[in-house]
T-cell receptor, first 113, second 114 residues
Framework: GQQLNQSPQSMFIQEGEDVSMNCTSS?????WLWYKQDPGEGPVLLIA?????ELTSNGRLTAQFGITRKDSFLNISASIPSDVGIYFC?????????????FGKGTKLTVNP | KAGVTQTPRYLIKTRGQQVTLSCSPI?????VSWYQQTPGQGLQFLFE???????NKGNFPGRFSGRQFSNSRSEMNVSTLELGDSALYLC?????????????FGQGTRLTVV
């Protein structure tokens, strides 16, 4: 089945630092979604991307749909302690049908005050 | 607008038993997907329903089944529970099942099999 490679697997940063994480695929995707999950809770949608090259911001978060349609990145600027959590990328492969969402393994973010 | 509601939040079952989990999607959403999340495997797709029809199915044994009702609410059932079925089960709702749709998750049901 489809696989998404998400990196890095984990990050330890100081409060105030910027963060960058990305997802890559071996095939073309037509949708990229970024989620954040807190322990014991369901993932919360942060940003949705639908077009190659699209750059979208949500507060301190910025995500881009790669021009090749095989990758996406998420940046967090000026991190704060509540940014702690696991960030997942997800996408729908462009195979002409009702393809299910595929998820990356997640990036665990730790922010030291 | 209410979010995705999953019940129950927590469940403890014994090996060999069966369990039914419920998911009520966001009002107006007609697509419901189910995922199993474990620390080692991440989010694994179980199945997706739209208008009471299963549209996609993941690679899980037949012990895992689901259905969707005419009001878009969905249930998933796991029969003959095994210890390895302990996981957080998440459902996500979308307006539609095709591309260019966002998926919103519920808080999940934490299933523990003992």
């Amino acid at each position: 089945g489809q696989q998404l490679n998400q990196s890095p697997q984990s990050m330890f940063i100081q409060e105030g630092e910027d963060v960058s994480m990305n997802c890559t695929s071996s095939s073309i995707f037509n949708t990229w979604l970024w989620y954040k999950q807190d322990p014991g809770e369901g993932p919360v949608l942060l940003i949705a991307l639908y077009k190659a090259g699209e750059l979208t911001s949500n507060g301190r978060l910025t995500a881009q749909f790669g021009i090749t349609r095989k990758d996406s990145f998420l940046n967090i600027s000026a991190s704060i302690p509540s940014d702690v959590g696991i960030y997942f990328c997800a996408g729908r492969p462009d195979q002409g049908g009702s393809e299910k969402l595929v998820f990356g393994k997640g990036t665990k973010l730790t922010v030291n005050p | 607008k209410a979010g995705v509601t999953q019940t129950p939040r927590y469940l403890i079952k014994t090996r060999g038993q069966q369990v039914t989990l419920s998911c009520s999607p966001i009002s107006g959403h007609r697509s419901v997907s189910w995922y199993q999340q474990t620390p080692g495997q991440g989010l694994q797709f179980l199945f997706e329903y739209f208008s009471e029809t299963q549209r996609n199915k993941g690679n899980f044994p037949g012990r895992f089944s689901g259905r969707q009702f005419s009001n878009s609410r969905s249930e998933m059932n796991v029969s003959t529970l095994e210890l390895g079925d302990s996981a957080l089960y998440l459902c996500a709702s979308s307006f539609f099942y095709m591309p260019d749709t966002e998926a919103f998750f519920g808080q999940g049901t934490r299933l523990t099999v003992v």
